[in-house]
C-alpha cells in the first residue's frame, strides 16, 4: 500500500537526499539506505557538501528494486560528537 505522506520516487530513477544541519562543516556526513526487507542498498556512503550545513547524496534506484519505503539514516559527526537522524521515501514501479 502506497504511504502518501511519504515523498514518493519511480524505481529506476534518481533520488535526492539532502540534509541541513546547524553545523557548517561537520567531520563526516554519511549516508545508509535500506530497503522494505531493512537490506542497505548503500551503506555508509559520503555526502557531498552542496553550501554550508547542507549535504547531499544522489541514489540511482534501478527498475528492479522492490516496491515500499525506504529507510534513509543520516550519521554527522563533529568534534567528537554523532548525529543520526531517519528520514523516509516511497518508491514505486511506473505502470
Not at 563533529?78 to 521515501?89: C, I, L, P
Amino acid at each position: 500500500m502506497l504511504n502518501k505522506l511519504l515523498p514518493t520516487f519511480y524505481a529506476g530513477t534518481a533520488v535526492k537526499i539532502t540534509s541541513v544541519f546547524n553545523i557548517t562543516t561537520p567531520t563526516t556526513a554519511r549516508v545508509t539506505i535500506k530497503n522494505p526487507s531493512m537490506v542497505s542498498v548503500v551503506l555508509n556512503e559520503n555526502m557531498i557538501k552542496d553550501a554550508d550545513g547542507v549535504y547531499s547524496y544522489v541514489l540511482q534506484s534501478a527498475t528492479s528494486w522492490p516496491e515500499g519505503d525506504y529507510v534513509v539514516t543520516v550519521d554527522v559527526t563533529y568534534a567528537g560528537y554523532q548525529s543520526v537522524t531517519q528520514q523516509k521515501f516511497t518508491l514505486i514501479r511506473q505502470e
